[in-house]
């Protein structure tokens, strides 16, 4: 089957979706802590969030999750990682944009 959305579609649909996340909820060594994207990547059909803990976040730094301006949690890391204090950690995701068309049969009444 041909494509339906052109490249322009799918970058909308990946910037749409960057430009929804709010923040990033994540736990310091067991703690609840929010962080701001430190970037927002969006290019042709990839998306890329940029998670940064500077040297001011040291322990073990867990469920990392985007959470939107509606306040809902739409993607999770289940990674843990023990963030040293003289080194920066970066938490990225990365998703790729698919069109993928499926055919639908309406069955007459």
Known sequence: MPK??????????????????????????GAPKTVEPFRKLVTADTVKIYIYFDDTVTGNVANVQLVDTDGDIVAQSDREFEKPPSKGLYVAFKYTIIEKETEVQIESE
Do not use: M, P, Q
């Open 4 to 29: 339906t959305i052109t490249s322009v579609g799918i970058e909308k649909i990946g910037r749409r979706f960057a430009d929804s996340i709010d923040h990033a909820a994540y736990t310091l060594n």
